[in-house]
Nanobody, 125 residues
Framework: QVQLSESGGGLVQAGGSLRLSCAASGRIFSNYAMGWFRQAPGKEREFVAAISWSGGSTYYADSLKGRFTISRDNAKNMVYLQMNSLKPEDTAVYYC??????????????????RGQGTQVTVSS
């Protein structure tokens, strides 16, 4: 079992930045690829980014490339999402999730077996 807890969300103006953090506890953190998803009101959950167990590989939703950066620190059991040039359409609850594999799985939440409670990100125009 892996417990995940996100933090760092909040209210930011368009064009601003936020850094989300996800703290993991429980089983060996480095056994899992990690991902970030988001869900806006009335919309389906959307893949944001993923990172392999070592941090050596990353993968992003095409629409977010260049603005978002995922990283991890296995020594601290942490994964991060740096979000720059935020837009109102980035408003959502952001979740971190642990995959069932060490390598990055397909960008679908069905491949992720643990998920945190989420943190709200609101971008004002």
């Amino acid at each position: 079992q892996v417990q995940l807890s996100e933090s760092g969300g909040g209210l930011v103006q368009a064009g601003g930045s936020l850094r989300l953090s996800c703290a993991a506890s429980g089983r060996i953190f480095s056994n899992y690829a990690m991902g970030w998803f988001r869900q806006a009101p009335g919309k389906e959950r959307e893949f944001v980014a993923a990172i392999s167990w070592s941090g050596g590989s990353t993968y992003y939703a095409d629409s977010l490339k260049g603005r978002f950066t995922i990283s991890r620190d296995n020594a601290k059991n942490m994964v991060y999402l740096q979000m720059n040039s935020l837009k109102p359409e980035d408003t959502a609850v952001y979740y971190c999730a642990a995959a069932s594999t060490k390598v990055i799985p397909p960008p679908n939440s069905s491949y992720y077996i643990y998920r945190g409670q989420g943190t709200q990100v609101t971008v004002s125009s």
